[in-house]
């Protein structure tokens, strides 16, 4: 929060906990945010883990839980404060791991992963983020919430972590550097360009096609079953 401040010169900076992997947590979050009384006009649901294994707190496969069920729970749950400060957008950041998705399979993500390198799973999270926005984009038409997902590209983060010495550091020489990868999400999140659109999919700021597995049927289908398993418990 200082450096935060300091780089800013703002002082209107606050700290909310955000545990994804719990939706007690992530409601507790957006109950506090809600609290403040400040109006919302931007979010960026940027966290995210991969090669992640276990299940969350209420018993979801991992890396859907975080990367998908949680920001699913939080927007939702900070949906009315957007549409009441509109405009205003919601930014997902997905990936370009999303294209190797061949679906989802709903029963799966009721169990850890099993895949042995894990990115099996992490692929179908990062589908369900070009869903969840696309989905989101019909349900909000003409509210004034617009919504996008996007592909950072390939960033030299802390998402590597798992990598062993000495693969990590050749590997993210050729990366792009935390700065570079910001630049799609902040173009999704401020520029005029795309004030007016809403449900695309964006990589290099810049609109692309997403996976043909990305119908708007599957969309529909995650937002049923995601809302019946956070609403029911
Ligand atoms: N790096 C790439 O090349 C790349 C490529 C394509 C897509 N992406 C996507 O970009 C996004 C950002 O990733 P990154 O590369 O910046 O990775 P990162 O450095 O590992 O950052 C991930 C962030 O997610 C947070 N997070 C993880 N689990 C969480 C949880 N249960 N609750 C709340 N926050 C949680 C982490 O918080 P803590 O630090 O507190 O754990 C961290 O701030 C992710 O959605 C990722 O899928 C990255």
């Known amino acids: 929060m200082a450096g935060l401040r300091a780089s800013t010169g703002n002082d209107a900076v606050f700290y909310l906990p955000l545990d994804l992997a719990d939706l007690d947590s992530v409601r507790a979050c957006a109950a ?58 919601v930014v997902t950041v997905s990936s370009d791991s999303h294209y190797s998705a061949q679906g989802i399979d709903f029963e799966a993500l009721r169990r850890p992963e099993r895949g042995i390198t894990g990115m099996h799973g992490y692929a179908v999270s990062k589908l369900c983020n070009v869903l969840f926005s696309a989905e989101l984009a019909r349900r909000t038409t003409g509210s004034g919430v617009t919504t996008y997902a996007l592909h950072p590209g390939v960033v030299a983060s802390d998402i590597w972590r798992r990598v062993p010495w000495p693969v990590r550091p050749l590997m993210m020489r050729r990366m792009l550097t935390v700065d570079q990868g910001a630049a799609t999400s902040l173009y999704c999140a401020t520029s005029p360009d795309v004030a007016q659109d809403s449900g695309k999919f964006y990589d290099k700021c810049a609109e692309r096609a997403p996976s043909p597995v990305a119908t708007p049927e599957l969309a529909a289908e995650l937002w049923k079953r995601s809302q019946e398993w956070t609403t029911t418990g």
């Open 32 to 89: 506090d945010f809600l609290a403040r009384g400040e109006p919302l006009h931007g979010l960026v649901n940027n966290a995210g883990v991969v090669r992640a294994r276990g299940l969350t707190k209420q018993g979801f496969e991992l890396m859907f839980g975080v990367n998908h069920l949680g920001h699913f729970v939080l927007t939702n749950a900070l949906l009315g404060c957007l549409t009441a400060s509109a405009p205003a957008r």
